[in-house]
Every structure is written in C-alpha cells, then in structure tokens.
C-alpha cells in the first residue's frame, strides 16, 4: 500500500514537473515557427555590428542607438570591446552609424548600455537617460547631447525611475503587454493586459500616432543557447489603439535569423521602420515603397 501511494506521488509530481517544462518551452518559443515577412526595401544599418538593443529617435530624425550589450548567458560579437551609443541620421539617403565621443571622467571601458530614452527641455537641451551595467550591476547615467560635436557630456549617474503618462510594461515570458496609469500622487492604476503572442523586449510609442512598437526575439531559448548555424529570428509587432477596447496587433517584420539575429526594439520616423538587436546588425525598412 505505502509503495502504491508514494508512486502515485511521485508520478503526480513527475506530472506537475512536465506540465511546467511544457509551459517553460511555450514561453521560450521553443516549439514555434516563422513564417517570413519583410516590408519592401530593407537593408541594414552600416557601422552597427555587435548589438542595436535600444534605439530612440529625436524629433529632427537623429536616432541614438545603444550597442555592446553584454549580460551572462547572451551571446556577444565583441566580448572584449565595450558598449556604445551610436548616432544615425535618418534624414540621409544612406543609413550609417558613428559613434558618440564620451566626454573625459566617464568610465568608458566598462560602458555596458541597454535600454535609454532622451528628454528635451524648453531650451531645446538633449538629455540622454541611458541604463548602464558596469561590472553586471545597473545604473542609470545621464548625458548631455551635444550634436555639433557628436558627443555626450555625461552629468550624473542617478538609481531614479523616469516617469510618464502612461507605463507600458512588458511581461517577456507571458508575451504581456501591461498598461498603467499614473494618477496625480504617484500611484499607480492598471488600466488594461494586452496578450500581444510574442516574447516583447522594448517598447517605443511613435509620438505621432501613438502606436506602440516592440521588438522582439521569437524563439527566446535560441538567444540562451547560441547557435550560429539555427541563429535566434527577429520580430517585429505593431500596436494600433493599444487603449481602446480593440487594440490592433499586426505582425509587421518576421525573420528566422538568416538577416537580423534576436531583435530588441522597433520604432519609426517618417515611414522608416528601425529594427534594433540584441547583440547582432540593425536593420531598416521603407513602410511605404514608391
């Protein structure tokens, strides 16, 4: 009797372990596949070649990338070479990046960017917000841009949370997007959950608009376990609405990794779409083909 019972326990337990590993795998993308879709004249960024895993574009066409990501268990290019912010003019009929000078004072070497976003004052001062992680630990550094020398003056490294209208939070594993709402005393009221079907990274809100964009690697596992012959696709997913009661979720960029590895961001200007990687090439596409 008492080994009947501890079988069954144990085949119970073995039940509960495989639904869980399932679940895993199905968050992971593990078991997906791609069907290819790419918008007419794409081509990638020259000069981005270890990484684009966050891109913000300032209002005149000027995108700040940042580049070199390195974090345990991610695959780099350039694991010895630090991380960067790259400039691209989206105004020029040939998209390149070049790289920020830092001004003196700043620990360049151990420079390791992800996410950043810009704020302009009434001056017209750009300050950029870029999260840092010298050494695997996390910061938050600000910057001035100064354009007419293609450089940053950095001000101050901060542990300070940026604040806006709207918070949209992306829950990768779930595929989630979470949208809050900030009220007037610094709380917060969830407003909506967005089931979007990809494992979103980024998200970039067009100011125009107000669709929200989102990069993402589809097949999350393959980022973990890196392969150059089965390298991780990229996927980009538009939001149309996102506060309405039918929000519009469009598959717009799909790619099994023979063009663009593990996609990050995605956000536009002026119908050009920018698709940002973790640690691989950027990419760009015209929305619109004459």
Known sequence: MAKAVLLAVLMALLAVLAYR??????????FRELDPIEP????????IEYGSEDITILPE???LVSSGLKYPLLHSFAPDQPGQILLVD?????LTAVELKISRGFDVESFNPHGLSTYIDEDGT??????????HTSTVNI????????????LKTIRHKLLHRYIFIAETLAHDIHIMEINPNNTLTPVKTLHVGTAADNLEVDPETGDVWIGSCPIVSKLFFYSPENPPGSEVTRI???LSKDPKVTQVY??????LQGASVATVYEEKLLIGTVFHKALYCELHSS
């Open 240 to 242: 149309e609405n996102i």
């Open 126 to 135: 750009v300050y950029v917000f870029v999260v840092n992680h010298p050494q």
């Open 61 to 63: 066409g000027l995108a």
């Open 143 to 154: 910057f001035k841009f100064e354009e007419e020398h293609n450089s940053l003056i950095h």
């Open 254 to 259: 799909v790619n099994n990794g023979s063009v």
């Open 90 to 94: 989206l105004n020029k009929p040939v």
């Open 21 to 30: 590993l399932l679940d895993l795998c199905n968050k992971l993308g593990v």
């Open 40 to 47: 007419a004249n794409c081509h990638l960024i020259k000069g």
